[in-house]
């Protein structure tokens, strides 16, 4: 897994749809395999090819226009199933960074643990986006992780975003929950020996 | 200091809880399935490390399934494969599973509970959204994520932050052919789709506490459709008399130091809620959504909403999923030819839904224009509605009774409803092609799939009763 992220500067690829959930980011029928690898081929299956497994002109990623390495979507991006499926789909197609008005919650997590940054912005900010990628393109965002900022870089317009100090840390890091959870064994240990009703 | 169930719950589960980190939580239960699970035991396998606390997880293969010949091997290489990688991993890590032809098997979150397995005052996990069915005991219970199941496998333990709580408040009483499934479609159309996001929801009231314990599981099953992290419904008298005697539940001395705790868990008087929200049980009448997410619901005899009526910003996703639907801003929907009636999934394919929808068409036939499936939700439910007659009542109607499984829910199997195709289904989710590319879902309660399986249309539940 390519771990880490700091800083980014990347054109952005815009899909100004409210509530994605992940049947579309996914649908089911891909899920069946058995390794983390090769979901960026469906990810929005069904919005980007046809029933004949043709892309679709109107589709964004079909947009030879539209690249790079920035998702930016409409309100409540993620909603849905807590497959992490759709995390991986979207770090496989080359995503780094989903940037939108409000995300679901599993789907946050699944995107941190995957080592995508997903960036809460204002809907003010996130039609300044939309727009600014309609005008151009080309528009570039700067995104970063360190200082907490996004950036139109034509427009020189940018606003802070959240993040809880934990995650950015494995960002940076490149570490994860579960190195951080196995060195608790001791007290997890103690928890359970200490537990009434252990079940 | 007032506390919340959530609270109560939460501060008994504590492992360790630094400033800067989020809690380690100790998880007391967690079940598996096969679409989620590979990729976290090959995260073991990688690191080298065994599953800590292997009983304290339970297997069952549920989403890939077929629902006819399970004896048979499954034709679909793909789910096969996912399906024997679950009975490999489960051996190889000494975890206990309930897999195809075993008399458990089921979808994962009607086994738990009808097993025993599931109590008050639990941490519940399952890489799968709707593992809030759970809370239905009074207990914690969320979906996670694969790298979360990797982390409960390897330490028994998830990382979370305290959510912020909500208590919704049903009063008064239920009208005639109104179920649980329409209190809680009426709540999300109230709220949307992610009006409970960050927050976990306890259910309150007159109108839930009479409600029966597999009821209670529809509301907290629908949860996740408002966004929230999860939901729970404090164990009382109904939730005690569930579980006595079941598989799994503490027996003896066990069961009566067990029943003190749970009897300690509820929220305390004026304990502080971060939102409250009131709703008023006689309001609500039969449901059905019309769009493509839970929250694009209606009462049966109402207009879906006009263009004028819906702020102009969220105009282009209303368009988009009403085209979806081939459906008409301003249009109703009663009296609209279905396709397909598909009762099942882990929102009501238990025993009492079945014995709802049996109860409505005994002595009826279905519509020639519909395809009825009914799916019940484990092996124990399709043995119970055998061992009532249940299905000569279904074949009576022309309904095919299946086998256990997700099935149309999510149409992973065989299972899909046709493109183009409309489909009322009892299940959670109406997104576009969740069950078959362009299969357009009507989500409603067992009794309105019913009527519509009998008249072939969208039909007001209340004039055929
Ligand atoms: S029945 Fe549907 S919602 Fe329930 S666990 Fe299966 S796929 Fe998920």
């Known amino acids: 897994m390519k771990k880490n992220f700091q800083h980014l500067i990347s054109t952005a690829v815009p899909l100004p749809i409210e509530n994605i959930d992940t049947d579309q980011i996914i649908p089911a029928r891909f899920l069946k395999a058995t390794t983390r690898e090769g979901f960026g081929e469906n990810l929005f299956r069904d919005w980007r090819y046809d029933a004949d497994n043709q892309p679709k002109a109107d589709f964004v990623l079909n947009d030879s226009r539209y690249k790079g390495e920035i998702l930016v979507a409409g309100k409540n991006f993620g909603c849905g ?29 699944n995107a941190l643990n995957n080592f995508i940054l997903p960036i809460q912005v204002s809907d003010d900010f996130l039609q300044q986006v939309f727009s600014a990628i309609e005008a151009d393109a080309n528009a570039q965002l700067e995104v970063d992780l360190e200082a907490q900022f996004i950036k139109i870089v034509a427009t020189g317009a940018q606003e802070n975003f959240d993040i809880n100090p934990y995650k950015k840390a494995c960002l940076i890091n490149g570490y994860d929950d579960i190195d951080y959870l196995l060195s608790l064994r001791q007290e997890i240990e103690k928890y359970e020996a200490g537990r009434e009703f252990n079940f | 200091m007032k506390r919340t169930l959530v609270d109560k719950i939460w501060d008994s589960h504590v492992v360790v809880s630094k400033s800067g980190f989020p809690d380690a939580l100790y998880i007391n239960t967690h079940f598996i399935h096969e679409v989620t699970s590979p990729q976290a035991f090959d995260g073991l396998r990688k690191r080298g490390i065994p599953v800590f606390r292997p009983r304290k997880t339970r297997a069952t293969a549920d989403h890939n399934v077929p629902t006819i010949d399970q004896h048979l091997p499954i034709k679909e290489a793909l789910s096969r494969h996912q399906v024997e990688m679950l009975t490999k991993n489960t051996a190889e890590f000494g975890v206990e599973l309930y897999g195809l032809g075993h008399p458990y098997q089921g979808i994962v979150h009607v086994i738990g509970p009808e097993l025993g397995i599931t109590l008050p005052g639990m941490t519940i996990v399952c890489g799968d959204s709707h593992t809030s069915t759970h809370g239905a005991f009074g207990a914690m219970a969320f979906g996670i994520g694969t790298s979360e199941v990797e982390q409960v496998l390897a330490t028994q333990c998830i990382l979370q932050y305290r959510p912020k709580r909500m208590k919704i408040e049903i009063n008064g009483q239920l009208k005639k052919g109104v179920v649980s499934k329409d209190i809680i479609l009426y709540i999300i159309s109230k709220i949307s789709a992610s009006g ?31 966004g929230a ?66 929250g694009m619901g209606m009462g ?88 009532e007659g249940i299905d000569k009542v279904f074949e009576a109607a022309g309904f095919q009774l299946r086998e256990p499984g997700c099935s149309a829910c999510l149409g992973m199997n065989e299972d899909k409803v046709p493109a183009g195709m409309y489909c009322i289904s009892t299940s959670n989710r109406n997104f576009e092609g969740r069950q078959g590319p362009n299969a357009r879902t009507f989500l409603a309660s067992p009794l309105t799939a019913a009527a519509a399986a009998i008249t072939g249309k969208v039909a007001d539940v209340r004039e055929l009763v």
């Open chain 2, 196 to 226: 409970a996001t960050g927050y976990f929801v306890e259910y309150c009231g007159e109108a839930i506490r009479s409600l029966s314990m597999e009821a209670r599981m529809t509301i907290c099953n629908m949860s996740i459709e408002m």
């Open chain 2, 300 to 387: 049966i005899t109402q207009h879906i909403p006009a263009l004028e009526q819906v702020e102009d910003k969220e105009r282009p996703s209303f368009k988009k999923s009403l085209d979806y639907m081939a459906l008409e801003p301003g249009s109703a929907l009663l009296g609209r030819p279905v396709d397909y009636v598909f009762i099942g999934s882990c929102t009501n394919s238990r025993i009492e839904d079945l014995r709802m929808v049996a109860d409505f068409v005994k002595g009826k036939r279905k519509a020639d224009n519909v395809v009825v499936w009914i799916v019940p939700g484990s092996k124990q439910v399709e043995a119970q509605a055998k061992k």
């Open chain 1, 81 to 109: 199933s807590s497959r992490e499926h759709a995390a991986w789909a979207i770090a496989d197609y080359g995503f780094k960074v989903v940037v939108s008005s409000f995300f679901a919650d599993i789907f946050k997590n």
């Open chain 2, 229 to 294: 992290r999860g939901g729970l419904i404090a164990p009382d008298e109904t939730t005690f008399a569930y579980i006595k005697g079941r598989e799994f539940a503490p027996k003896g001395a066990d069961w009566e130091k067990a029943l003190a705790y749970w009897k300690t868990l509820y929220s305390d008087a004026d304990a502080q809620f971060d939102k409250t929200l009131r709703f008023d049980a006689a309001d609500i009448e039969p449901m059905i959504t019309y769009g493509t997410n839970p």
